[in-house]
């Protein structure tokens, strides 16, 4: 079988993490990237012994490659995912697909009719938390109230695409993981609301910090809160994710669990984070050369995507937004 010649859109720390993989790989040959920034996208070829391509659409519509890796800032996803499937490109795009839903709406819409793989990478349902949450979720009866916290304290901010309102976008949705989580272990969601708040930079669509609280009441009545909150307001960062049932409460703070009913308190193992770029590229391409299964679908992404644009449209408007 021939090789699968791929690409890389992206010079950061998901791409080094993709190449990485792809070298690892008999069945792949990594053949080229391309960036934003000539100096970083030469570095990065030369590092992995690839061609160094000075733009992202002369990458995508290059005749040699297969397969397009995505790993670049969140407001270009849905142009290069599109002009990469209109090529005839298998996609593998890191989550959001789009900023905007009916964008990528539309890019899954012509992955189907080209034909082609389209797969919205969301390692967090591969980890070891996530697949733990699943497995001991049966233990607490049926969960009621489900509450998510990240926040990322900051000292010194780097006015980067990560701190831009329009390259980063809505935080929730730059951040889909977070809704993505919840839709995946409780279903549909019913209503939303949502609290927003930027901490502006003195250069124009910059921000050192942000805060969102949104609360997300499902079809199936649980409740659940979802904060996430970066930069340099903050002083003690967070990352804790709790669930209330009806016969305990799952307490996961970083990779810690427990399992609460009552005074007992009951640890539980959770796998490390390792690897989970180089797990997702290993399933891309069992995909593509066995027709394996993938972990997650693009419409279950997209689904997240369009709560998460109904959260940034609950904040604007100050109102309860309905699904």
């Keep these: 079988m021939a090789k699968i010649k791929a690409g890389i859109v992206g010079t950061g720390y998901a791409a080094n993490k993709r190449a990485e993989a792809l070298k690892a790989d008999e069945r792949v040959e990594l053949v080229a990237v391309a960036g934003s920034t000539a100096s970083r996208v030469e570095e990065f070829g030369q590092n992995f012994e690839i061609e160094a391509v000075d733009s992202w659409q002369k990458l995508v519509n290059s005749a040699e490659l297969d397969l397009i890796f995505v790993c670049t800032v969140n407001s270009l996803h849905g142009a290069i995912a599109a002009t990469a499937l209109a090529a005839d490109k298998h996609v593998v795009v890191e989550y959001p697909l789009a900023l905007d839903p009916q964008q990528a709406t539309d890019i899954l819409a012509l ?16 980890g070891g938390l996530h697949q733990t949450i699943k497995q001991n979720l049966p233990e607490i009866g049926n969960a009621f109230y489900a509450r998510y916290r990240t926040i990322s304290p900051k000292r010194n901010v780097a006015l980067n695409w990560k701190y831009h309102r329009t390259e980063f976008g809505f935080p929730l949705a730059a951040a889909l ?27 124009a669509n910059y921000f050192t910090a942000c805060l969102c609280n949104a609360q997300l009441k499902f079809a199936n009545k ?13 002083w003690q960062g967070d990352r804790t994710f709790e669930i209330h049932g009806d016969r305990g409460t799952l307490v996961f703070a970083g990779e810690r669990g427990t399992i609460i009913r009552g005074d007992k308190h009951e640890p539980i193992s959770v796998q490390s984070r390792r690897g989970l770029f180089a797990r997702d590229t290993t399933l891309v391409l069992n995909f593509l050369t066995e027709n394996n299964s993938l972990y997650v679908r693009p419409q279950a992404s997209l689904y997240a995507l369009q709560v998460a644009e109904a959260t940034r449209i609950a904040a604007a408007s100050e109102s309860l937004i309905s699904l």
Aim: proline share 0%; charged share 25%; aromatic share 8%.
């Design 111 to 126: 992955a189907a009719e080209k034909n082609k793989l389209l797969h919205v990478e969301h390692i967090e349902l591969l």
């Design 222 to 234: 649980l409740v659940a809160e979802v904060v996430y909150g970066k930069g340099d307001v903050f």
């Design 177 to 203: 993981s977070r809704i993505h989580r919840l839709t995946d272990l409780f279903g549909a969601v019913k209503t939303v609301s949502c609290q927003h708040r930027y901490w502006n930079s003195s250069r």
